[in-house]
Structures are given as structure tokens and as C-alpha cells.
């Protein structure tokens, strides 16, 4: 098969996290989109927790300084009744560290929402389409194209691929991320849980599949 | 970027990535799980170097507020499940998406599996646990 060097998946793999963080305003987490869509699924939309306290404040708060902050620099005739007073009492109020904080640098955040998810997904399974198109790997089988996983999984092939799934779902959830956010964004941060996560799922991938036998 | 735009060109250019570097071929993931072939290993250390080096700028000029993330009580269990379904069915979450783009259909057993995991999960979080549910989605 023809793959990426080291280096060059390396490079790819950071190079996709900082787009990533540019692109969209948020660390990359993978698990965190599945997470958002089954709590779509049990929760309806109304109650989806789409954006985390944290992020809502921030929302609110950058919402609340592009809607009144701007209008320091206005005349006070344009103040809706009741801001104009405060301001001139208390200048050090919370909305002018907000307006301080709001980092022009920093890349858009907006909120989410279910279609972004699977936008995103979408675009993934796309973007596999394209690379193994180029690279000559598009295949056509309803299990692994992978002559080890038959030979381990035999007619069995769709419960592991279940089963499998469901333990990375599950597992994935409990820990609070996977190879993305906790391996990637997580370990590149110095993260605590992250690195523990990283080092605990690798470990098991490698006694796992040792039982499993050799390549 | 203008959202979905940013969303949808991150998710191709990562499939794209992904499907290259072989993280969506169960034979070279059982390959850097068995430690016969440290390609993949190598390139995910090497990225995640790259990735502490990259956020140097991003933190001096972007002052992000990027959320702690600690130790709880759900990391070594879940990693352990997570490990495990990883070696057995060769996918960690995007890679399932790679391998439906590229013709393995058998990725929309993982992804199902996947939805019906972290579903069980969250059903038993509520039930049993006490510690707050921490997520990817806090980033």
C-alpha cells in the first residue's frame, strides 16, 4: 500500500489540527461530534447541550459586548435607555473587561449545531474518497478491505465490527475523548487526563492486538 | 471561516490525511498495534510534537481559553474499552468515516456500533456516575 512516510503523516495529521483550530474556533474532537448527534437523538433538539456552559457564556458575553460595547465609541443618544447612566457610573464595569478580552485575533466560535456534525462526517468519509481515489485504494466489500481482520474475524466480521464500534463509542464517552482530543489536541497541551487516556489506550491496542496474533 | 464552510474543508482535508497516512487499513493499524511497523507511531508522535510547537503562536497571539483537561474517574476504564474496540475492529471514531469514503462498508457496522456504545454510555453515566460528564464537547 502506498502511504505517507513518517514525517509526512506527521505533518499532515498536526497540520489538520491547526486548520482545525483556525477553521472553526475549537480544538479538534471526533468523539465529541458522535457525542453531540446521540444527544440529538435522546434529548431532541430543544435540549441538546450543543454549546457547554462555558461556551455559552462566552456567547452571551461576546453577544452582549458587540451589541452595547461598540456603542462606548457612539454618541449616548444612540444608548438604549437604561445602559447610558451605568457606563458613566462604572467604567470598570464587566462589560468593558469583555470588550478588552474579545481578542480580534481569536478565531470565530459560533454555536453548533446537529447539520455541522454531520457536515462534518460527510466531509471526512469524502475527503477518504478522494485520497484513496488518487492513491489508487478505492475497493468495494461490505467488511475490511484486509485480509488480516478476515482471517481473525471470519464469518464473525459484523458482530466484531459491532462490537468493536460500540467499545469505542462507549469507551470513548467515558473517557471524555479519543485519538483526536485526547491523543492529538490533549497530549500536544501536556494535558494530565489526556496523556493517562493516551497511554492507557494505546497500551490495551497493543496487548489487544498481540492477542490476537501477528500481522 | 464562515461556518459550515470551515467545518466541511477540516473534515475533507482530514479524511484526506487520514486515508493517506493509513489509519483506515485494520492491517496497518494491527501492524503499529503488533509493533511491527512504527510508521504510524512514529507519525503520530511526530504530529503531536509538531501540534505543542504550533500552539506556542497560537497561544501568545490568539489567547485561547481551551478547557482543562484532567483526570477523572472515567479516563483508564473508558481508554481501556476504547483500546480494545480499537484493535478489534481497526477504527477509532473518524477512521469508520474513511473507510465508508473508501469503499469498506463494513465502517457502517463501526459507526453504528459506535452510536449504540456511546449511547449505552450515556444512559449509564446518568444512571450509576457521579463525576460530572466530562466530553470532547467541552472543546
Known sequence: MNHWSWWLSGLGLAS???VHWLATGRLMAVSGRITALVN???FGASETPEMTEQELLEAVRMATTVEFGELEAATDSHNPPGLGPEKSEAPD?????????LNPALPQMGPRTT???VFFMVAVAVGGLLAASLGGRTTFTWSLASNGFRDFAGNLS???LVIGGALVGFGTRMAGGCTSGHGLC???RFQPGSLLATAVFFSVGVGVSLLLGPS | MREP????LTGLLFGFVLSNVGFSSWDETHRMFTLDDQ?????FAFAALLLSLAWVPIRKWQHPSWPHRGVHPGIVPGSIAFGAGWALCGACPSIALVQVGEGQLGGMLTLLGMLLGNYAYSVLHERYFRWPASSCMDD
Open chain 1, 186 to 188: 490533549g497530549v500536544s
Open chain 1, 16 to 18: 489538520v489540527m491547526v
Open chain 1, 115 to 117: 447539520s455541522h456534525h
Open chain 1, 158 to 160: 459484523p458482530v466484531i
Open chain 1, 93 to 101: 464595569s464587566p462589560a468593558d473587561d469583555a470588550h478588552q478580552e
Open chain 2, 5 to 8: 464552510t470551515g467545518t466541511i
Open chain 1, 40 to 42: 440529538r437523538v435522546r
Open chain 2, 39 to 43: 510508521r504510524m507511531l512514529l507519525a
